[in-house]
Every structure is written in structure tokens, then in C-alpha cells.
């Protein structure tokens, strides 16, 4: 069964650091020359784009965590991180992680909580 399991999530305090992890299984990112991304989504809120990476490396970062977050793929490793510092509580928000390789190749992780709070 193809999919891609979140995992890092948790409760940390404003300024502190999480990675967040995205395992592939079923498939491979180079499989499907794969672009990669997190969303977040807050209570009340829409889900938003946090960052890109595509198959050749290229990144792009939302505004709002430009400087704070890094993304990283291992294609070796079939899997995706988001390396999180400065955490603030607007930060909070449920985590997913998306590996897209085209409309018949679209799978999205079923979410990981990160609440910053004191």
C-alpha cells in the first residue's frame, strides 16, 4: 500500500526547535520524480503551504517561515524533514506532509499535531 506517515509532532514552548519527519512506503520519491511539500492547518483555519522542494532540489518557503523552517528530502531514504526553530504559538497547527508525481500519484500523510505553547 502506497503512503507517507508524518511523525516528530509534539508540544514545545515558543522558541524551541522540532523535526518533523515523512516516511514514503509503497513507492519512491524518485519513482515518480516527486515534488514534496508541507501544509499546516491551525484550528479555525485553512490549510496553508508551508514549503516545496521539488525533484531537482529547488525550495521555496512560505513567507511566515522563511528564515525558521528547512526542508530536507533523502531519496535514498524515502523521506522528508522539516526542521523547525523559533516556534511560535502561531505555529501551532496540524502538520502534513504531500508527495506529488502527477494527479495518479498524489499522497498526502494523515497529519502530525505540533502545539507551541508555554
Known amino acids: 500500500q502506497a503512503q507517507v506517515v508524518e511523525s516528530g509532532g509534539g508540544l514545545v514552548q515558543p522558541g524551541g526547535s522540532l523535526n518533523l519527519s515523512c516516511v514514503a512506503s509503497?513507492?519512491?520519491?524518485?519513482?515518480?520524480?516527486?515534488?514534496l511539500r508541507w501544509y499546516r492547518q491551525a484550528p479555525g483555519k485553512e490549510r496553508e503551504l508551508v514549503a516545496t522542494?521539488?525533484?531537482?532540489?529547488?525550495?521555496i518557503y512560505a513567507d511566515f517561515v522563511k528564515g525558521r523552517f528547512t526542508i530536507v528530502r533523502d531519496n535514498v531514504k524515502n523521506t522528508l524533514y522539516l526542521q523547525m526553530t523559533s516556534l511560535t504559538v502561531e505555529d501551532t497547527a496540524v502538520y502534513y506532509c504531500?508527495?506529488?508525481?502527477?494527479?495518479?500519484?498524489?499522497?498526502w500523510g494523515q497529519g502530525t499535531q505540533v502545539t507551541v505553547s508555554s
Open positions: 504531500r508527495a506529488w508525481g502527477g494527479d495518479a500519484n498524489d499522497f
Open positions: 509503497g513507492f519512491t520519491f524518485e519513482q515518480y520524480a516527486m515534488t
Open positions: 522542494i521539488n525533484y531537482s532540489g529547488g525550495i
